[in-house]
């Protein structure tokens, strides 16, 4: 028994060695002694051998030409990445100069809805240094605060008198301190903003996009002393706890947005009689003109974006539409519902709650309302009855389309400008576009079933065709069913 062991133990050695002695020879010969050795192995193995073959294991004549390998079939090109997509600022353009953030695993992972988008940067970036390198181009003057962040007016220095808007969003950390504050933007929700601001940037009457950057770090110098300004000139404290919680606490995380200048929003430019705007030297109030040529661009750019990407606003509040007005006012008298020169400006600005089906995209993009229920609980102003009336014409299911909202802020808009005018109309014209713009109203208000105004796209065909007849009191077939959510539902539950 043992001498068999032994024997055994004999030939494994024996096997082994010569093993060896092949790859050896195999790193020193190259494919072609590998191609021999491995023919010999399988010859070794099965024990087809002669001893012929066997010495030497692997021979290599060099007055023999090698076979030559068949040609290595070539590599499928790999698909190419699709670029970022650099949207020009008015500022300045490269980020190579700005020093990343230290951001760590988690927190980039937590980041990762927006910094795969080509309208975002890459890295996130230091906020001190990304303030260091904006100083030294642009002064910053702060115009706004709302609910969900601040909006900053740049003036380049190389080029006086240029501005754009810099909107500055609180994100929420991936846990501790800003994780759980409701007024913070979340990755996704904020994912959503830069996706809508990027497929309204070719329709007329929005703002134009230009480019996005996510921050890390406490509120810069340069951007608190607008922030004191902005107080100051209004004689009150910081706005919210959580806003001052966000500029000083160093881990915090931003996303700036870089848009053009779409000029004053009418809450800032038409305010309450009793309540004006200090920012602003001489507050006013618009004329019956004014009133028309705003609504009806509006109720048209509504109604483009709701044919291409069945849009719903969903915050349409003054502070949320912007106009340029001339330097002299225009004297345009006319009594039809819409125009083609309007004397002002209007630009539709902020879609933080929006609604839209963006293009290859199988589910639409939205923001849950059902989150936020301080919108619904809210008193003091009228936008908060028209939240409580979104909720009741979506039935609280906001991932559905529902254009019977935008029909809602245009009456409210309509509604808030109409009690603002203050003219005399002496003159006939202005009181006859007063009239027209009254029933109007009346007609959003009372019209239920066939006659309802179930979109944006409903009120533009009316206005249209109170312009070709003349007169306001028949109706037009709807295109879009309002849900049997009409005014006459919503004006029984509260009172207009």
């Excluded at 705003?294 to 949320?320: K, S, Y």
Aim: with cysteine.
């Amino acid at each position: 028994m043992e001498s068999r062991t032994q024997s055994i133990k004999q030939k494994w050695q024996s096997y082994t060695s010569k093993i060896n002695a092949m790859v050896a020879k195999v790193k020193a010969y190259g494919k072609q002694g590998k191609e021999n050795v491995a023919v010999q192995l399988k010859r070794l193995h099965t024990g087809d051998t002669s001893p012929e073959e066997r010495q030497p294991l692997l021979s290599i004549d060099p007055n023999v030409e090698s076979r030559p390998s068949p040609p290595k079939p070539k590599p499928k090109p790999k698909p190419k990445k699709k670029n970022k997509k650099h949207r020009k600022s008015l500022v300045f353009n490269s980020t190579d100069d700005i020093q990343a953030a230290g951001v760590d695993s988690p927190t980039r992972w937590h980041l990762e809805p927006l910094l795969q988008m080509r309208e975002v940067t890459t890295k996130v970036l230091d906020f001190g240094d990304w303030s260091r390198v904006w100083s030294s181009h642009c002064n910053f003057t702060k115009i706004a605060h709302g609910t969900y962040g601040a909006v900053f007016r740049i003036e380049s220095k190389a080029e006086p008198g240029t501005f754009t808007i810099g909107k500055l969003i609180p994100l929420q950390a991936k846990s501790g301190l800003g994780s759980k504050t409701k007024e913070f933007t979340s990755p996704e929700a904020a994912h959503n903003e830069v996706e809508l601001l990027t497929i309204l940037d070719e329709l007329p009457g929005f703002v134009q996009f230009r480019k996005a950057e996510v921050l890390q770090g406490a509120l810069p110098e340069a951007l608190k002393d607008a922030s004191i300004a902005f107080d100051v000139n209004r004689d009150q404290e910081d706005m919210s706890r959580w806003w001052a919680r966000a500029c000083d606490h160093s881990p915090q995380l931003w996303l700036f947005l870089e848009m053009s200048d779409a000029g004053t929003d009418l809450e800032t430019l038409y305010p309450q009689q009793d309540q004006p705007d200090p920012g602003l030297p001489n507050p006013r109030r618009p004329t019956v003109t004014e009133v028309r040529d705003i609504f009806w661009q509006v109720a048209c750019a509504l109604a483009r974006a709701e044919q291409r990407f069945e849009f719903e606003h969903r915050d349409l509040h003054l502070g949320n539409i912007c106009l340029r007005l001339p330097e002299e006012p225009v004297s345009d008298g006319g009594s039809m519902l819409c125009t083609e020169n309007p004397s002002v400006l209007v630009t539709i600005i902020d879609y933080t709650l929006s609604y839209a089906r963006a293009p290859q995209r199988v589910n639409p993009t939205f923001y849950d309302l059902s989150r936020d229920r301080v919108l619904f609980e809210g008193t003091g102003a009228r936008q908060y009855d028209v939240y409580r009336d979104m909720m009741m014409a979506t039935r609280g299911k906001w991932s559905k389309y529902t254009p019977f909202t935008n029909v809602l802020w245009l009456y409210h808009l309509l509604h808030m400008l109409l009690d603002k005018t203050a003219e005399t109309y002496l003159d006939t014209d202005k009181i006859v576009l007063r009239q027209h713009l009254v029933g109007l109203k009346k007609w959003m208000m009372d019209n239920s079933g066939e006659k309802a105004l179930g979109s944006a796209q409903d009120v533009v065909r009316y206005c249209e065709q109170v312009g070709q007849e003349g007169k306001q009191d028949e109706g037009i077939g709807r295109s879009t069913e309002p849900d049997k959510a009409s005014w006459s539902s919503i004006a029984a539950a509260r009172a207009f």
